[in-house]
Every structure is written in structure tokens, then in C-alpha cells.
């Protein structure tokens, strides 16, 4: 079946610092690949998606690129700020018969960032 | 535009009691809803989804149950809370691809 390994942290960085957290996965056929993310006490926001291999998603300075040869969707950016501190969560989708795709969430990463 | 709601926002039950949670969209016609737990410290679970009125599929067996009276009504229930039902209780909607767009979630508490 399908499943989503990302790292778990905590990942603590200082402002302005590099961010790279790692998801890998297992999927048969060809998922779209998803990052989301969490602030305290909410529900979870679609950061960015790509839907084929080599696409890069990209949103609010974050990026991340569909890598079917090593099956990774590492998200990254180049400089992180304090508003970033949430959890970072990364999914796949298969198709579950017609219109209906699931979604496979890794566990998830807490990400702080300090001033 | 479509805009996801879910209430309560937090709900403290004791052990043996009802529930019912309850989460509409609005903007859009016949989505696909989910609901998901969230326990503390772990991923997402899908409990269940639904792509019509009337139709749920359940994911998991479990204590809990959902039903889809309405095409953008989504309830989740359960006629005795245990304690291990605590948890961040996520709704969501999709529409003709994959891209899932979640509520702001429930918190419960069973004591």
C-alpha cells in the first residue's frame, strides 16, 4: 500500500536559517504529492503540491520537486522567519475509484524557529 | 468562494456519553467529504469518507460512525465515548481532483 515517511524532529532553527525537512514514499502508479501545514490549535493548509514527476511546487518561499527516481518530496527554504514555527506535514494521493482520491500523511514535523 | 465549517470548536465529554460533531461546506455542490483524527503527537487517521449523500465508506472499525444527511453535511457520532476517542477531530472537502481542503477542526476531551 501506500505510505509517506518524512522526518519527525523537532526541528529547531534560528531565523533566517536554511529549512530542509525530508519526505520519502512508497505509492504504486503515479500519486500528486502534497505539503501541508499546521499552526497552533488550527486545521492544516495546503502549502504547495505537484502533480508529476520533476514538477516543483512552490508557495510563500517554500519549495519542493517531485523526485521519481529517488521518490522524495523534500521541502525547503532558503530563509526561515519566526511565523514559519507550525507542523509540516506531507501526504500523497491515490486514487480510491472515480472521482475519489485518499490521502497518505506522513507523521508529521514540528518545525520552531527562535528570534 | 468555498469556505469549510466545523463545531464545536472544543468539546469535553465524560466516558459513556454521546457525540455528535458536525461540519458543512459552502460554495460548492456535491463534494467528497472526510473526516480525520489527529491524537496527540501522531499523523492524520481517515476514519471515513463520502461521496454522496447517503454514502459513507468507514476506513477503520471503531467506536464511532458517520452519516452525510445533506450534500454538504458531514456528522460524526458516536453513541458511547471512550476515552481513547480524545483527539483533534479534522473535516475536509475535495472536488473532481485530489487536492483536500480542511476545516479548523474540533478538540475533544473524554474524561
Known amino acids: 500500500g501506500n505510505s509517506v515517511t518524512q522526518m519527525e524532529g523537532p526541528v529547531t532553527l534560528s531565523e533566517e536559517a536554511f529549512l530542509t525537512i525530508n519526505c520519502t514514499y512508497t505509492?504504486?502508479?503515479?500519486?500528486?504529492l502534497f505539503w501541508y501545514v499546521q499552526y497552533p490549535g488550527e486545521g492544516l493548509q495546503l502549502l504547495l503540491k505537484a502533480t508529476k514527476a520533476d514538477d516543483k511546487g512552490s508557495n510563500k518561499g517554500f519549495e519542493a520537486t517531485y523526485r521519481k527516481e529517488t521518490t522524495s518530496f523534500h521541502l525547503e527554504k532558503g530563509s526561515v522567519q519566526v511565523s514559519d514555527s507550525a507542523v509540516y506535514f506531507c501526504a500523497l494521493s491515490g486514487n480510491s475509484g472515480g472521482s475519489n482520491y485518499k490521502l497518505t500523511f506522513g507523521k508529521g514535523t514540528l518545525l520552531t524557529v527562535n528570534p | 468562494s468555498q469556505t469549510i465549517h466545523q463545531w464545536p470548536a472544543t468539546l469535553v465529554q465524560p466516558v459513556g456519553s454521546p457525540l455528535s460533531l458536525e461540519c458543512t461546506v459552502e460554495?460548492?455542490?456535491?463534494?467528497?467529504l472526510y473526516w480525520y483524527r489527529q491524537a496527540a503527537g501522531r499523523g492524520l487517521q481517515l476514519l471515513f469518507y463520502?461521496?454522496?449523500?447517503?454514502?459513507i465508506s468507514s476506513e477503520v472499525p471503531q467506536n464511532l460512525s458517520a452519516s452525510r444527511p445533506q450534500d454538504r453535511q458531514f456528522i460524526l457520532s458516536s453513541k458511547k465515548l471512550l476515552l481513547s476517542d480524545s483527539g483533534f477531530y479534522l473535516c475536509?472537502?475535495?472536488?473532481?481532483?485530489?487536492?483536500?481542503?480542511f476545516g479548523p477542526g474540533t478538540r475533544l476531551l473524554v474524561l
Open positions: 475536509a472537502w475535495s472536488w473532481g481532483e485530489e487536492t483536500q481542503y
Open positions: 463520502s461521496v454522496g449523500i447517503g454514502q
Open positions: 460554495g460548492t455542490s456535491n463534494p467528497n
Open positions: 505509492a504504486t502508479g503515479y500519486p500528486s
